[in-house]
């Protein structure tokens, strides 16, 4: 267990729909990211978040967005979702996850999105 | 940019044999890499990482990694397979150490381990 918990851990919605995936960090951990995994693209990152704010961007496309709250959980919002969304979405924290820090960063155990 | 090539999708060594798992990154400035391990419907775990201090690297579970700049690689070993590391590896690249800029993953090894 890597104190990194994720809800839901199944969801399977309809094209065109939006969902709100959910993170909870570590305790004591301030950096969340957001991961996608697919057959076809394998794993991306998507986006980090530090201590609510934005601090790093990968292949996130317009449609999803993402937010860190005071208490440092986080939100990955998905929407006018298309069959090819359907992935598992992993969540992952560290402790400061700035520049030069070989942190380690600890997995949640995935959402997995299917979208028909 | 950084990319990392993971040669073999699927790896399949007998129960005792060894293990070794190939990583070899692109990067232009030095990088921080990792090697992770996922088990089925689980998330990713942390084998072990390279920071730029020995380049011999020692892990959980009996793994370690060397890394090698001349040959931009950082293979994955073990002395004798065990039953209970088959599952899916995985070898990330950073430039900034995993922070600021997320992880660069390869494609994923399937390890088999044969009985």
């Known amino acids: 267990d890597s104190g990194v918990t994720q809800t839901p851990k199944h969801l399977i919605t309809a094209t065109g729909q939006r969902v709100t995936l959910r993170c909870s960090p570590r305790?004591?951990?301030?950096?969340v990211y957001w991961y996608q995994q697919s057959l076809d693209q394998g794993l991306q990152f998507l986006i980090q978040y530090y201590n609510g704010e934005e601090r790093a961007k990968g292949n996130i496309l317009e449609r999803f967005s993402a937010q860190q709250f005071p208490d440092l959980h986080s939100e990955l919002n998905l929407s006018s979702l298309e069959l090819g969304d359907s992935a598992l979405y992993f969540c992952?924290?560290?402790?400061?996850?700035?520049?030069?820090?070989?942190?380690?960063?600890?997995f949640g155990p995935g959402t997995r999105l299917t979208v028909l | 940019a950084q990319s990392v090539t993971q040669l073999g999708s699927h790896v399949s060594v007998s129960e005792g044999a060894l293990v070794l798992l190939r990583c070899n990154y692109s990067s232009s400035v030095p990088p921080y890499l990792f090697w992770y391990v996922q088990y089925p419907n689980q998330g990713l775990q942390l084998l072990l990482k390279y920071t730029s201090a020995a380049t011999l690297v020692k892990g959980i579970n009996g793994f370690e990694a060397e890394f090698k700049k001349s040959e931009t690689s950082f293979h994955l070993t073990k002395p004798s397979a065990h039953m209970s590391d088959a599952a899916e590896y995985f070898c990330?690249?950073?430039?900034?150490?995993?922070?600021?800029?997320?992880?660069?993953f390869g494609k994923g090894t399937h390890l088999i381990i044969q009985p």
């Open positions: 992952a924290s560290s402790v400061e996850g700035g520049r030069g820090w070989a942190d380690t960063q600890y």
């Open positions: 990330a690249v950073s430039t900034t150490g995993g922070g600021a800029d997320g992880l660069t």
């Open positions: 305790s004591g951990d301030l950096s």
